[in-house]
């Protein structure tokens, strides 16, 4: 008994959505009344706003990817530099050892000269 008495408040209401949902599913978007055509309208704008977006993030995505490509690149080379520099350091740390000896060698040489050119000198007269 009370879910007929609902029912009968809903009729008037279901009387009047019938026929615009008869009209909108039966396709005859002409019958439609403005405000479902502008409805209509709002979707379709909506609708090319998301594939616009859709594109636009898909562009971003591939942009994303190179520049993560690129920095992945960055980084080996960025590793291979301080290898290198690295490398280097202990080349002149070593050359160093090796032009300081030489120098000690030198100058060892030259007070071995001097001694002998004064030994010499000494001798002569």
Same mark, same amino acid.
């Given at each position: 008994m009370?879910?007929? $008495?609902?029912?009968?408040?809903l009729l008037p209401h279901l009387s009047r959505l019938?026929?615009? *949902?008869?009209?909108? $599913?039966?396709?005859?978007?002409?019958?439609?009344?403005?405000v479902m055509k502008e409805l209509r309208e709002n979707m379709d704008d909506l609708h090319t706003f998301h594939s616009t977006l859709?594109?636009?993030l898909q562009d971003?995505?591939?942009q994303l990817a190179a520049v993560e490509?690129?920095?992945k690149r960055l980084r080996l080379s960025t590793l291979r530099t301080e290898e290198l520099s690295e490398q280097m350091q202990k080349g002149i740390r070593?050359?160093?050892g090796w032009l300081l000896a030489i120098a000690a060698m030198a100058t060892l040489s030259l007070a071995g000269v001097l001694a002998?050119? *004064?030994h010499l000198f000494l001798h002569v007269h």
């Open positions: 009370r879910l007929l $008495f609902q029912l009968s408040e019938v026929p615009m *949902a008869e009209r909108y $599913f039966s396709g005859d978007r002409n019958a439609l009344p403005p859709a594109r636009q971003q995505s591939v490509e690129e920095l070593g050359l160093r002998i050119a *004064a």
